[in-house]
């Protein structure tokens, strides 16, 4: 057998999606092949460091420096730097490994869910240290993030989402009445009010009259400078999965039935109580579409690697919309993401491997763009 690839796990981070991070990576790990893959754990705390060597389970407990993934690694302080030349992990305690040459990694799986890693921010970083990495790249992943800018290119692209208004932080500052008038003169009661760049529905609320509205935009845009304002819509959510660089495929397609009155955090990640039904009961031809918007958006979003695109389907008229695409989906083998593929086809280790040969092919692919040019004479 060939050499082990040297895959680089990143988990964790600065965002409120920290711990659903931290568990995604804690699955991978342990399904990727040991005689394939030499595993580098690579957590980064609530704070913004970065530490080899950290086990997830650890840092679930809140004590990432504990212990390592592996009894005989220690747990390190590093860094990554945008220098090409320097394509591993750079010590980053004063003194700690001064002469030594980083190791370089050959890919990286970025598991970090919404601000600082699932935004093109982090994949900024690993262009610029030219490291393969799984996943979308720095546009997709930043557009897949920005709720707003993503509705603008899937209606561009003529897929059917639902209507929304953009509320920005310093409005509701200056004059939250005028705001809430606004929202008001342009759509019914139930509103929904969520942060244009977060995931996991955290910061999301629903909204019945005036004073729950001014809450929800408050909540929301405690997580990011923009909110995402949109009607209630009587429907069944549906979600599809998406894998692939330039020849995406789609998975069958499931449906989530809450626990909740919405499909908020408690009810994804707390409650254990909403059902998946993975293929949803739904006409062929309702399934074939709901597939094939997946993938156009997905296109139109200009993604790689992987993607979830969620849909509401209304109850009323049958009309399916596309409601956001998730670049960084969470990733336990219970999660949604993982279990559409095994129903298709596609084990959890697989769907791993895939990823890791994505990442590596579209690595590949950008290695053929010139970088520098000289005029003719």
């Known amino acids: 057998m060939g050499e082990k690839l040297r895959v680089g796990v990143i988990f964790g981070g600065r965002s409120g999606e920290h711990e659903v991070s931290v568990a995604s990576a804690a699955s991978v790990m342990r399904a990727l092949d040991p005689e394939k893959y030499e595993i580098v754990p690579i957590g980064i705390t609530h704070e913004g460091r970065w530490l080899a060597g950290a086990d997830p389970r650890k840092m679930i407990a809140g004590t990432p420096m504990a212990a390592s993934a592996d009894p005989g690694e ?20 004063e003194g700690a490994g001064r002469g030594e040459a980083p190791r370089p ?6 598991i970090l869910h919404g601000t600082y890693g699932e935004d093109g921010t982090l994949q900024g970083l690993l262009e610029m240290a030219n490291v393969p990495y799984a996943g979308c790249g720095v546009l997709g992943a ?8 993503a509705k603008l290119v899937m209606t561009a692209a003529g897929l059917p989402v639902v209507d929304w208004l953009t509320v920005r932080r310093g409005e509701v500052e200056r004059d939250t009445d005028a705001v809430v008038a606004r929202v008001e003169g342009r759509f019914a009661y139930p509103i929904f009010a969520k942060p244009a760049n977060m995931g996991s529905s955290v910061g999301v609320g629903k909204a019945r009259d005036a004073g729950e509205l001014r809450a929800a935009l408050r909540t929301a845009l405690e997580y990011d400078r923009k909110a995402i304002v949109e009607p209630g819509v009587d429907c069944r959510e549906l979600e599809c999965a998406v894998l692939g660089n330039d020849e995406p495929i789609a998975s069958v397609v499931g449906e989530v039935v809450s626990s909740n009155e919405f499909y908020d955090y408690r009810a994804k990640y707390i409650d254990n109580a909403s059902r998946l039904y993975i293929p949803a009961p739904l006409p062929q031809e309702t399934a074939a579409d709901v597939r094939r918007m997946a993938v156009a958006a997905f296109l139109a979003l200009d993604l790689s690697g992987l993607a979830r695109v969620d849909f509401f389907l209304d109850k009323q008229s049958g009309a399916v919309y596309v409601n956001e695409v998730n670049t ?4 336990t083998q219970i999660s949604m993401y993982p ?34 040019y000289t005029p003719e004479a």
């Open 339 to 372: 279990k559409l593929w095994e129903a298709s086809g596609i084990s959890y280790p697989e769907l791993l491997d895939r990823l890791i040969q994505l990442g590596l092919e579209r690595h590949a692919d950008k290695q053929r763009n010139r970088t520098s």
């Open 74 to 93: 220690a747990v390190t302080a590093v860094t990554m730097t945008g220098d090409p030349t320097m394509s591993g992990l750079v010590p980053a305690d």
């Open 328 to 331: 960084m989906p969470g990733f």
């Open 105 to 110: 990694l050959d890919i990286v799986i970025p």
């Open 142 to 149: 930043a557009l897949g993030m920005d709720k707003e800018k």
